[in-house]
T-cell receptor, first 114, second 112 residues
Framework: GAGVSQSPSNKVTEKGKDVELRCDPI?????LYWYRQRLGQGLEFLIYFQGNSAPDKSGLPSDRFSAERTGESVSTLTIQRTQQEDSAVYLC????????????FGPGTRLTVT | KQEVTQIPAALSVPEGENLVLNCSFTDSAIYNLQWFRQDPGKGLTSLLL?????REQTSGRLNASLDKSSGRSTLYIAASQPGDSATYLC???????????FGPGTRLSVLP
């Protein structure tokens, strides 16, 4: 079946612009995670969604970052007024249910802020 | 706050060698530890998962061990192949079963 997909695969934007990143999870997966991976570093947790429960936003680095997910469908990560330090690969992963050890990752969106 | 480190940061070996990748974590109260592989331009793929009550897991040429008391895990790759070239990350999951804390990864190159 189809895996996790993300779009765009690459995004170059000017400092100060807003960007929106999209994640399509595996159908039926109730849990969805967003991570940020800076060059040469590990994955940094940003936010997760579990069904219709309130998301855990504890990893969002600033109020310029926000994410939405409607039910168990697509999620969007929005970064407002982008800064150069936002340049990174943004990875999305979905899990069959909250607490599952299985995480299926998308290929990521490489964001470059110039 | 859990912190995960990995050494070495990069490793280059000739084909056929056995090798060990190291992962350390600061808080031993983990739920499990997982090793992932990341290929360029792709997401992560899970390789091995070790629950906190286990000491090791094996899959083919891969063997992962876990020593909670010392805060360490190792990934052993036997008879390395060029296709093993990738970045290997470990991730510790806390006892609340929520977040995964990832290490920075070891970039492995296996030369033919």
């Amino acid at each position: 079946g189809a895996g996790v997909s993300q779009s765009p695969s690459n995004k170059v934007t000017e400092k100060g612009k807003d960007v929106e990143l999209r994640c399509d999870p595996i159908s039926g997966h109730t849990a969805l995670y967003w991570y940020r991976q800076r060059l040469g570093q590990g994955l940094e947790f940003l936010i997760y969604f579990q069904g219709n429960s309130a998301p855990d936003k504890s990893g969002l680095p600033s109020d310029r970052f926000s994410a939405e997910r409607t039910g168990e469908s697509v999620s969007t990560l929005t970064i407002q007024r982008t800064q150069q330090e936002d340049s990174a690969v943004y990875l999305c992963a979905s899990s069959p249910f909250f607490g599952s050890d299985e995480q299926y990752f998308g290929p990521g969106t490489r964001l470059t802020v110039t | 706050k859990q912190e995960v480190t990995q050494i070495p940061a990069a490793l280059s070996v000739p084909e056929g060698e056995n090798l060990v990748l190291n992962c350390s974590f600061t808080d031993s109260a983990i739920y499990n530890l997982q090793w992932f592989r990341q290929d360029p331009g792709k997401g992560l793929t899970s390789l091995l998962l070790i629950q906190s009550s286990q000491r090791e897991q094996t899959s083919g040429r891969l063997n992962a061990s876990l020593d909670k008391s010392s805060g360490r895990s190792t990934l052993y790759i036997a008879a390395s192949q060029p296709g093993d070239s990738a970045t290997y990350l470990c991730a510790a999951r806390d006892n609340y079963g929520q977040n995964f804390v990832f290490g920075p990864g070891t970039r492995l190159s296996v030369l033919p």
